[in-house]
T-cell receptor, first 114, second 114 residues
């Protein structure tokens, strides 16, 4: 089954404790992206990757890092999480990253930073 | 990017057609109209998209006015499982280097009632 998976689905952590949220897709997509969703602010893009070893900032990249060493994986790294990073996170992928392509989203990771 | 305007919420009776309007009066010639939905904090799910012509798939129909300034998503026989937030998104076509970002507005919260 074609899908985007994220782990963990739920995470409670404390300020400053590094964490990684994994994202993997099995569709051989070139393009992958991370969004965060907050009440009243909608979904906002954090980082995206057009291909292996090619990443770029989205609208809200502060406090996050990403890497793209393999086509299928695009982990989101919070080096020193803060409470304002408490949010619902979604990973997405599409074939090439062209605007007219369908994007496929993961199930989401709900993060609480205390 | 062109902006969209959608009603905040709508109700629909189960088994009836749900017609969700979207205004995109500033859309330009190479911009597509996309619809996604999000069911209760799950990952957004692609529904349908179009450029000029009306489109239909197994989930829905998309009616785009001749001047392309508005569109309507039609769920022909709404079920309780169609209760979700529906997002109308306008995206550029063929722009490879702009990150493939989807700009989600506030969407329409559709409640399908028995």
């Amino acid at each position: 089954e074609a899908q985007v998976t994220q782990n963990p689905r739920y995470l409670i952590t404390v300020t400053g404790k590094k964490l990684t949220v994994t994202c993997s897709q099995n569709m051989n997509h070139e393009y992958m992206s991370w969004y965060r969703q907050d009440p009243g602010l909608g979904l906002r893009q954090i980082y995206y990757s057009m291909n292996v070893e090619v990443t770029d900032k989205g609208d809200v990249p502060e406090g996050y890092k990403v890497s793209r060493k393999e086509k299928r994986n695009f982990p989101l790294i919070l080096e020193s999480p803060s409470p304002n990073q408490t949010s619902l996170y979604f990973c997405a992928s599409s074939l090439l990253g062209w605007y007219q392509e369908t994007q496929y989203f993961g199930p989401g990771t709900r993060l609480l930073v205390l | 990017d062109a902006k969209t305007t959608q009603p905040t919420s709508m109700d629909c009776a189960e088994g009836r057609a749900a017609n969700l309007p979207c205004n995109h009066s500033t859309i330009s010639g190479n911009e597509y109209v996309y619809w996604y939905r999000q069911i209760h904090s799950q990952g957004p799910q692609y529904i349908i998209h179009g450029l000029k012509n009306n489109e239909t798939n197994e989930m829905a129909s998309l009616i785009i006015t001749e001047d392309r300034k508005s569109s309507t998503l039609i769920l022909p026989h709404a079920t309780l499982r169609d209760t979700a937030v529906y997002y109308c998104i306008v995206t550029l076509g063929g722009v490879y280097n702009q990150g493939g970002k989807l700009i989600f507005g506030q969407g329409t919260e559709l409640s399908v009632k028995p």
